[in-house]
Nanobody, 122 residues
Framework: QLQASGGGPVQAGDSLRLSCVVS????????MAWFRQAPGNERQFVVG????????SIADSVKGRFTGSRDNTKNTVYLHMNYLKPEDTAVYYC?????????????????WGQGTLVTVSS
């Protein structure tokens, strides 16, 4: 089970940290990722985090503003969002994959959280 939290309404330029607590999986064996989905749009890759938390994959649209991290002692993955923009408004999902590569397609992820809504106003 993946439980995402931390979303809410913010102003443009604000920062926000999302968390995703994972249970029922050997967390440290799974690369993790964050995706987002705005109304009417497809689910979009945001950040991928390797098993160790080292190598990251970050979408161009958020590079320089967003990053990801994980704490394997807490079975938790984080999405750190800075300089938020109205176009970042979306439901944010955490996901886990069994593939050890840093993948960017939603279909490559097996386990999904329920999503947390981030709303950025100008």
């Amino acid at each position: 089970q993946l439980q995402a939290s931390g979303g809410g309404p913010v102003q443009a330029g604000d920062s926000l940290r999302l968390s995703c607590v994972v249970s029922g999986l050997a967390f440290n064996l799974y690369p993790m990722a964050w995706f987002r989905q705005a109304p009417g749009n497809e689910r979009q890759f945001v950040v991928g985090i390797s098993r160790s938390g080292g190598p990251l994959s970050i979408a161009d649209s958020v590079k320089g503003r967003f990053t990801g991290s994980r704490d394997n002692t807490k079975n938790t993955v984080y999405l750190h969002m800075n300089y938020l923009k109205p176009e970042d408004t979306a439901v944010y999902y955490c996901a886990a994959t069994v593939d050890q590569r840093l993948l960017t397609r939603a279909r490559d992820y097996l386990y999904w959280g329920q999503g947390t809504l981030v709303t950025v106003s100008s």
